[in-house]
């Protein structure tokens, strides 16, 4: 939990608003997968389903920022060079 709060705390405000919002399609689309799935049609289980996904997401990204940043780095000297 540690490295997801220092992670959080660097990330600057343009980041976060990024990452809220890519958050909140994949919650939206988790909804969307998860009623197609089954039949429940109950606003409840809907919302614990979107919010759950858009938690799941952003906890998952600063967890594996640092990586996600290296990966890119590598991804673009390669492409460039």
């Given at each position: 939990m540690k490295i997801i709060e220092e992670n959080e705390k660097e990330a600057s405000k343009k980041e976060k608003w990024i990452i809220l919002s890519v958050s909140?399609?994949?919650?939206?689309?988790?909804?969307?997968?998860?009623?197609?799935?089954?039949?429940?049609?109950?606003?409840?289980?809907?919302?614990?389903?979107?919010?759950?996904?858009?938690?799941?997401?952003?906890?998952?990204?600063?967890?594996?920022?640092?990586?996600i940043k290296k990966w890119l780095e590598k991804l673009e000297d390669n492409l460039g060079g």
């Open positions: 909140l399609v994949f919650g939206v689309l988790m909804n969307k997968l998860f009623l197609r799935l089954t039949s429940i049609d109950s606003f409840v289980l809907s919302m614990l389903i979107g919010v759950g996904s858009m938690y799941v997401f952003e906890c998952g990204y600063y967890y594996f920022r640092n990586d």
